[in-house]
């Protein structure tokens, strides 16, 4: 998947070969210019591309061949049945973003919490004890990713992952966009949703250093108030990072490409032939509207 100015894109190979999928993009921002303030806009733009990748997967899923589709859960020929196709469609992607968000908030925000707040006893100091609720919600987010890359599926992921940071440095570079030209490109790029939630985490540690409640139900419900403010804070670090190019926003970015080596691997000819495809569909016309 590949998203421009104005157009997204998804590509996918098939037995009949590459099928593309190209919708126009519509900021909720131009509904409603406040979100698209610094900081408010991290959010909205968190959740807007989760939602736009659920529905990628999930176009994904219905080009295959209806041998190796996967049969829908009970709860997904419920809402089919009960909703006509539309209002079905968006009630299972609401369904699946809401359902991610909950799940990284309790594995990545509220369980390092709550094992932090087994510390207490021993550890009197607010700021050490958010420290050690750092680290253990950093080593829970390397664990998992650790995890989640021996799994096949996610093993040949990475690797399309790869294929479409090795496109995007191709177009960056001012390069016709080729096969060749890209194979030879980094797979780590400083734009990366790793990287963005890698700045989560550490921007997680200093926003709730700023709570120091001892009980432990209020600190996790102050948890995820602050949460917005995290996600917003980052995205305006990731943003500028992805502008500039100075020792700032070199070491802003190395944390997140060095754990990217996780989540990208190298990609073969085929898979750069779909990322390259996909990125074609979504250029703009005029230049320099893709700044970033």
Known sequence: MMR?????????????????????????????SVLGWPIIRGTVNFIDSMV???????????????DEQEQPSKLDLWIEKHFPGDTADKLITGLAVVLGIVLAVALFILLPT???????????NGVVRNLIE??????????????????????????????????IYCYEAGLPLTVEN???????????????????????????????????????LLRIA????????????????????????????APGKALQKLTTAEPDDSMLEVAIAALKLVLPEEKGSDAW
């Open 52 to 66: 736009h990748g659920v529905r990628a997967l999930t176009y994904s899923a219905e080009c295959q061949p209806e």
């Open 226 to 253: 602050l949460l917005p403010v995290v996600v917003g804070i980052s995205y305006e670090i990731i943003k500028y990072a992805g502008r500039h190019d100075n020792w700032l926003t070199a070491a802003l970015s």
């Open 4 to 32: 421009g100015p104005d157009r997204e894109a998804v590509v996918v190979r098939t037995p009949d070969g590459l099928k593309t999928k190209v919708d126009e993009l519509h900021p909720v921002r131009e509904k409603c």
């Open 114 to 124: 709550v094992l932090a707040g087994l510390f207490s006893r021993f550890v009197g």
């Open 134 to 167: 750092g680290v253990i919600r950093i080593g829970i987010f390397l664990a998992y990713m650790k995890l989640v890359s021996k799994m096949k599926e996610i093993s040949r992921i990475w690797r399309y992952h790869g294929a479409e940071h090795k496109t």
């Open 182 to 220: 890209a194979r030879i490109q980094k797979k780590e790029h400083p734009r990366c949703g790793t990287s963005f939630l890698f700045i989560v985490m550490i921007v997680s540690i200093l926003v709730f250093s700023l709570v120091r409640w001892q009980n432990v139900w209020l600190r996790m």
